[in-house]
């Protein structure tokens, strides 16, 4: 979805994490019935905050969220002077390599991919979301009092130890859990196995509630 400051939806000052938040909200609060929202790493955060704000999601399926974030101004002010250089592409390798710690062949990968212009394309983006989820605080006791059935996936060969701690966070908290890892997997397994990433998710979507 285009939610402000993405796409043709454009931007909004001052941009804060619960914009985004408010956007996914809007979203399923204009479905004739009750949803399920799918999001991936900064995406799967908003669809994890906006759980709290609308009684219309039915599950929720959550790839990666980046819940515990340390604060990253040095590698994020480093990435804009790449940008002002004109140099995107350093910019969105130094984010993958030293933020995300995505492995140097599956960034291979991922640059072989048509994905990898909008990616360029997005770059600040990154850099704006990075910071607003290291002023994110997850609360625990919070999260413990999420009611919706939720599907939490992770990459085996995920190598963040901010991510690691953020699925962690979420796996001992939530209590309507459903935990999957795709085995050999990384950051990113709806491009790496998309068929099992698919039928992973419909597999817990169509299911009937426990």
Same mark, same amino acid.
């Given at each position: ?29 204009? !479905? ?33 969220? #980046? ?46 991919? #048509? *994905? ?12 704006? !979301?990075?910071?607003?989820? *290291? ?13 919706? #059935? ?15 701690? *953020? ?26 196995? #998309? ?16």
């Amino acid at each position: 979805m285009d939610r402000r400051a993405h796409g043709a939806s454009g931007d909004t000052v001052p941009y804060t994490l619960q914009k985004e938040v408010e956007d996914v909200v809007a979203v399923v609060a204009a !479905q004739p019935g009750p949803v399920f929202v799918l999001g991936h790493s900064f995406g799967a955060v908003c669809a994890f905050e906006a759980a709290f704000h609308t009684a219309k999601i039915a599950k929720l399926a959550l790839y990666e969220p #980046p819940v515990r974030l340390a604060d990253h101004s040095a590698t994020l002010a480093r990435m804009e002077a790449m940008m002002r250089r004109g140099d995107r592409e350093g910019a969105l390798m130094t984010f993958m390599r030293e933020i995300v710690l995505i492995s140097a062949d599956e960034v291979a990968a991922m640059k072989a991919r #048509p *994905s990898w212009a909008g990616l360029l394309a997005t770059v600040e983006g990154s850099v704006r !979301q990075d910071r607003a989820l *290291s002023q994110y605080q997850f609360d625990p006791a919070r999260a413990r009092r999420m009611t919706v #059935p939720t599907l939490l996936m992770a990459g085996s060969k995920t190598a963040s130890p901010e991510l690691k701690r *953020s699925i962690e966070s979420l796996r001992e908290t939530l209590p309507h859990i459903t935990m999957h890892i795709f085995e050999g997997q990384e950051h990113n397994a709806m491009d790496t196995v #998309p068929q099992e990433f698919a039928a992973t998710l419909l597999s817990f979507l169509l299911a009937p509630n426990r």
